[in-house]
């Protein structure tokens, strides 16, 4: 295996953690706003429970939101790592 080889290696391996840890965040957000839910069925009405609900919602959309930004982030990084690699060893090649 070349060097170059090994540099796109890791960042493949980069781009599934990035994917694992955002369907992570996703599953998170889910189950927060299930207790937030859970929890405004408790001693609420009926309207705070709906604002209870919609709150909730709200906050797990976000949250996912930040998550995806995130991880098309660090895809971008990946990317451009692999685009630095690939320069560089173009660069040798020519010099060679």
């Given at each position: 295996m070349t060097y170059n080889q090994i540099g796109k290696a890791k960042a493949d391996t980069k781009k599934a953690m990035s994917d694992i840890e955002n369907r992570m965040a996703h599953a998170?957000?889910?189950?927060?706003?299930?207790?937030?839910?859970i929890k405004a069925n408790f001693g609420h009405g009926g309207s705070e429970k709906k604002v209870a609900y919609a709150k909730a919602d709200l906050k797990a959309a976000a949250s996912k939101a930040k998550s995806d930004v995130e991880n098309k982030l660090s895809h971008a990084k990946v990317d451009?790592?692999?685009a630095r690699a690939d320069i560089g060893k173009k660069m040798s090649d020519m010099l060679k």
């Open positions: 998170r957000a889910d189950v927060n706003a299930d207790v937030e839910k451009a790592q692999k």
